[in-house]
């Protein structure tokens, strides 16, 4: 199985900040990388699909990039309803998930 | 609007099974396959498989091979995962998840709320 590995597991922001969030894969995966965004007690929601495109809806402060082992998602300006915890998955070989990134309030 | 409507909340005991229903409505439901993942409480995400609705073909995580089941009744529009001996360990919210269907991407864009499944003696 591809091992999908976030860092940092937990982060702490101020509102405005720019946040980067980083999953490498143990293999090439191309471009078959998704961003989720999941608040407590829901069900993730869908940022980033194929490494850079944006799924319609969510704001352009969000941003991804990156193809083969490294990836990123950035946040521009981070906005109080984007404390969450984010996952990223690769669909490139069976499927696997990031075990996750927390970003708190600083 | 596309909805994905799952069952509730069940408590099982070790070795049991559990079947938990994931109702679609707003679109046609033979047309995207639909994904299951479960979530350990505090944990991360875990895929167990997909069924193509269309034609009822799946494919299981080689994790729970041997002990998912996945089904559809396309009259009612409605996926259904079947999870057999189960442990302690099983405890999740279980979600059933519509993949968009971009190309060759396997991308969630529509999720169920959650079941939560408790095993416990």
């Known amino acids: 199985d591809i091992q999908m590995t976030q860092s940092p597991s937990s982060l702490s922001a101020s509102v405005g900040d720019r946040v980067t969030i980083t999953c490498r894969a143990s293999?090439?995966?191309?471009?078959?990388l998704n961003w989720y965004q999941q608040k407590p007690g829901k069900p993730p929601k869908l940022l980033i699909y194929?490494?850079?495109s944006l799924q319609i809806g969510v704001p352009s402060r969000f941003s991804g990039s990156g193809s083969g082992t490294d990836f990123t998602l950035t946040i521009t300006s981070l906005q109080p309803e984007d404390f969450a915890t984010y996952y990223c998955?690769?669909?490139?070989?069976?499927?696997?998930f990031g075990g996750g990134t927390k970003v708190e309030i600083k | 609007q596309v909805q994905l409507l799952q069952s509730g909340a069940e408590v099982k005991k070790p070795g049991a099974s559990v079947k938990v229903s994931c109702k679609a409505s707003?679109?046609?439901?033979?047309?995207?396959?639909i994904h299951w993942v479960r979530q350990a409480p505090g944990q991360g995400l875990e895929w167990l498989g997909w069924?193509?609705?269309?034609?009822?073909?799946?494919n299981y995580a080689q994790n729970f091979q041997g002990r998912v089941t996945m089904t559809r009744d396309t009259s009612i529009s409605t996926a259904y995962m079947n999870l057999s001996g189960l442990r302690f360990d099983d405890t999740a919210v279980y979600f059933c998840?519509?993949?968009?269907?971009?190309?060759?991407?396997?991308?969630?864009?529509?999720w169920g709320q959650g079941t939560l499944v408790t095993v416990s003696s």
């Open positions: 998955q690769q669909s490139y070989s069976s499927l696997t």
């Open positions: 707003g679109y046609t439901f033979t047309d995207y396959y």
């Open positions: 069924i193509n609705p269309n034609s009822g073909g799946t």
């Open positions: 998840a519509r993949n968009s269907g971009r190309g060759g991407f396997v991308d969630f864009d529509y």
């Open positions: 194929a490494a850079s």
């Open positions: 293999q090439s995966i191309a471009s078959y």
